[in-house]
């Protein structure tokens, strides 16, 4: 298929633009570049320097049969600081290009949703059919995206499939996180073992968890990218279709660090800090939709597997 990703410049964008290149699409980038970096689009794509909000043209000229929507900003932080920010990129930019993709004849798309379209969940593992009840504008702004997609589902016979990333980690196709301003977990650690902090904040100990620290559901990057390919050509017109993604297994702060001493060799000194706001204790995935669906497995369930694919493509990377 010919293809947009925008936000390919990202994290996940650029490993799922790597991944549709391997199974033959053909892959045009749309990404501002105002966090991504043009190194990370793999050979092959074509990058387009725009922003969501400018996507029109590049539609008209691509005249894509589907888009894979990446671009956003996303970080629950800064959305509670700057909420302009998260409804004018996310909410704006994504009603700019799906208005570009009405106008260029293109109606498939598979979007980046989020956990945070939950908030705190009454049950764990959380499926589908949990009450949203997003805690920050991150995952506010997420939601109402998903619920744009419906209605043009309906109106405008839309194809489109939401995934609901849990906590992505891990690397492929050689590319890894690299966020300029870093606040996940698993990086975090891994710059601490990398010399570049001196020490991790666990932010909080005295969650109703076995061990007191909270328990997030660890996707790798790679198994997303497959989950990706699946969902592409899924719908039908006028669908749209929800699909949480997570590995079902949760794992503690305390045991990513644990892994993360093991793979990297390096003690990670810790200091234990209080809890940061917004955060719920337990986090983890159902996809038993999916997997049901569409045959998605996870391939990579093992969190020292994991943190070890990070901690290895950031040695690699200058
Ligand atoms: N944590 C620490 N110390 C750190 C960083 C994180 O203890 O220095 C803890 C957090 O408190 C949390 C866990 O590690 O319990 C995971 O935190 P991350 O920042 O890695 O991930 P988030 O839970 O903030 O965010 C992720 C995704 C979001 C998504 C959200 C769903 O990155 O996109 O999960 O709630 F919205």
New binding site residues.
């Given amino acids: 298929m010919r293809l947009i990703v925008t936000g390919g410049a990202g994290y996940i964008g650029s490993v799922v633009t790597a991944a549709l290149l391997a199974d033959g699409h053909e892959v045009t980038v749309l990404d501002d570049l105002s966090t991504g970096h043009a190194d990370a689009v793999p050979d092959g794509a074509t990058l387009a320097d725009v922003s969501l909000h400018d996507s029109g043209p590049v539609l008209a000229e691509v005249r894509p049969d589907a888009v894979l929507h990446f671009a956003a900003k ?1 970080l ?1 932080g800064a959305s509670q600081q700057h909420p302009e920010d998260y409804w004018h990129t996310n909410v704006v930019g994504s009603l700019a290009l799906f208005e570009a993709m009405r106008a260029a004849d293109c109606r498939r798309i598979v979007f980046s949703s ?3 379209t939950y908030g705190e969940p009454d049950a764990v593992p959380i499926r589908e059919e949990a009450p949203t009840r997003p805690t920050n504008t ?2 506010a702004s997420k939601l109402a995206i998903d619920h744009m997609l419906t209605s043009y589902a309906v109106a405008h016979g839309f194809a489109a499939v939401s995934l609901r ?4 980690a891990g690397a492929a196709h050689g590319l890894g996180e690299r966020h300029g301003t870093e ?4 990086p ?1 650690a891994l710059q601490v073992a990398a010399g570049q902090r001196e020490s ?5 100990q005295d969650y109703p968890t076995p061990d007191g ?2 328990i ?1 559901d660890y996707v790798h990057v790679g198994d997303l990218a497959d989950a990706h390919l699946l969902a592409l050509p899924a719908p039908a017109a006028g669908e749209h279709r929800i699909y949480n993604l997570g590995n079902g297994t949760g794992f503690s ?1 305390q045991e ?1 660090v644990d892994a993360a001493r093991e793979v990297t060799g390096h003690p990670i000194p810790v200091q234990v800090g209080p ?2 706001a917004g ?2 204790a337990q ?1 983890v995935a159902s996809s038993d939709r999916i997997r049901a669906d569409l045959g998605w497995a996870p391939r990579h369930t093992d969190l020292v597997g994991i943190v070890r694919d990070a901690w290895e493509t950031m040695r690699a990377q200058p």
């Fill in positions: 996303s629950v989020t956990a945070a991150y995952g990333y849990f906590h992505v606040t996940h977990l698993i975090i991790l904040t666990v932010f909080g620290t909270c997030r702060v990513v809890r940061r955060d719920p986090l």
